[in-house]
């Protein structure tokens, strides 16, 4: 299959990937290309800078979550109709699994997908140490992705002094610079990005940011380089199955998984989605409705009534502490929360989800707010990074997971609890460290790990069947 593509790398974290790649896909709107993007690794904050933004449809890829051959599957499912897709980097080029290993890098996803690589220096302060650097991300990469280099908070009197010399000395496309500007800079917190939402004009400086790129960066170069990215070969079910995308609903029929997906079950999953609960993989939606879930979404802000007729409830991450004193007041929703679980609902409530259900959130400065008081337990701002990586996690007693089967996932706090929970065990892949987390029953899995069901979706497809167990259990109330 072929389709033009790119991805958006650099040395370090900080060094401009995301204003390049959120400018280029606007750029690329504008000139009326049907695009997509994906965010290499578990970061949940630039998609929905692309989506709610940009307004492109935005994905996760990541080679630690997914092999090889599942990682090309989930980029070509999404392909069809589009014809450009431009895939942002993590951290610095190479930087893996632990920092160390290439599984899990940007470099690593542009290889499985042979995806050619725009190379983003941050040139601001550097001279002639700007070539050393980029001659030795350049003498690294084997298989010679690196297409061209932007440099990214330089003037363009030292651009014109600076391009030639790179060209002339590592025979690399110098695609053109961006200066530093107001409007080519977003802001951040602990998290991440400041969230979409917080940021009233970025679309009008979005806009005016790709009017600046255009001045001082070769769209034509960055076009030329995708439409040169090799054609992807892959298993034959694969194609097959890219082949019978229905383009009404997303389920990939041909899959194997779809084989055991009982049409007539139509369990409702209620997710929490607003302000403060806003981290989903879309890949992990998708997946619960591809086995038979539908998806209603409430807000633990704005609402005070669950969806009518939901049968499970999904808690996601966010930044529920940004919103405490809102979620405190909302005393409807926390008590309808807790009677459902209460009640046997099956529930799934990761990182901001899992604080949501203790029965106190302390803010940094003290303040105590009552949450929805399913876990008897305190959580607490400890003012530095808790936990921060992949793990994988096995489950000590089977209840979501067959025994001995394993899900990936990634934590990222620092806000801590009382009470992490000790009925599974994450493993950390770069090290082998170990150390319990998760609050689980028959029915519930609730803690800090944020999971990516199509690493297992044996555990998307068994969420699915408690909800249905809890739909046929109450049918008879109603």
């Not at 997303?250 to 009982?262: E, L, P």
């Not at 046997?344 to 009552?370: Q, R, T, W």
Request: charged share 25%; net charge negative.
């Amino acid at each position: 299959m072929d389709i033009k593509r790119i991805m958006i790398a650099a040395p370090k974290s900080g060094s401009g990937k995301t204003i390049v790649a959120c400018t280029l896909l606007q750029v690329l709107k504008n000139m009326e290309k049907r695009v997509i993007s994906y965010k290499c690794g578990p970061d949940y904050i630039d998609p929905m800078f692309h989506e709610k933004v940009i307004g492109v449809p935005a994905k996760n890829l990541d080679t630690f979550f997914t092999n090889e051959e599942r990682t090309r599957e989930i980029f070509l499912n999404n392909i069809p109709e589009k014809d450009f897709a431009v895939l942002e980097g993590v951290m610095g080029l190479y930087d893996g699994l632990g920092g160390i290993k290439e599984e899990g890098s940007s470099y690593h996803l542009a290889k499985v997908t042979k995806t050619p690589i725009l190379f983003v220096v941050d040139a601001k302060g550097m001279g002639r140490s700007a070539v050393s650097l980029i001659a030795g991300f350049l003498d690294y990469d084997k298989e010679h992705l690196i297409q061209a280099v932007l440099l990214n908070k330089i003037s363009k009197g030292y651009y014109e002094i600076i391009k030639p010399l790179i060209e002339e000395e590592l025979k690399i496309h110098v695609a053109g610079f961006l200066p530093e500007r107001e409007e080519l800079h977003i802001e951040s917190r602990y998290l991440g990005l400041i969230m979409p939402k917080e940021l009233g004009d970025i679309k009008e400086r979005l806009q005016a940011a790709s009017k600046e790129f255009l001045k001082t960066v070769s769209i034509e170069c960055i076009i030329k380089i995708a439409e040169g990215a090799e054609p992807l070969q892959v298993s034959e079910e694969i194609e097959e199955t890219i082949q019978r995308v229905d383009s009404g609903n997303n389920i990939k029929k041909g899959s194997n998984r779809n084989k055991n997906i009982i049409a007539e079950r139509k369990p409702t999953i209620a997710v929490a989605k607003d302000e403060a609960f806003c981290f989903y993989y879309a890949d992990n939606i998708e997946i619960l409705k591809e086995y038979g879930a539908e998806i209603k979404y409430f807000s633990p802000l704005w609402d005070e009534t669950l969806p009518e007729g939901c049968h499970a409830l999904l808690i996601g991450g966010g930044y529920p502490e940004l919103y405490a004193k809102k979620l405190t007041e909302n005393e409807k929703m926390r008590t309808a929360v807790k009677n459902a679980v209460e009640n046997g609902m099956p529930v799934v409530a990761e990182c901001g989800g899992f604080m949501y259900l203790h029965s106190v959130i302390i803010d940094k400065n003290g303040i105590c707010y009552d949450m929805a008081g399913i876990i008897p337990s305190t959580c607490y701002d400890t003012g530095k990074l808790v936990r921060f990586g992949y793990i994988e996690i096995e489950e000590k007693k089977s209840c979501f997971l067959p025994k001995g089967e394993r899900i990936k996932g990634h934590e990222f706090h620092y806000y801590d609890s009382t009470n992490n929970g000790n009925d599974t065990i994450a493993i950390k892949p770069a090290t082998g460290n170990q150390y319990f987390c998760i609050i689980e029953s028959e029915n519930c899995w609730i803690g800090f790990p944020h999971l990516y069901y199509p690493s297992n979706p044996i555990f998307a497809k068994a969420f699915v069947e408690k909800a249905e167990k809890y739909k046929k259990r109450m049918e008879p109330l109603h």
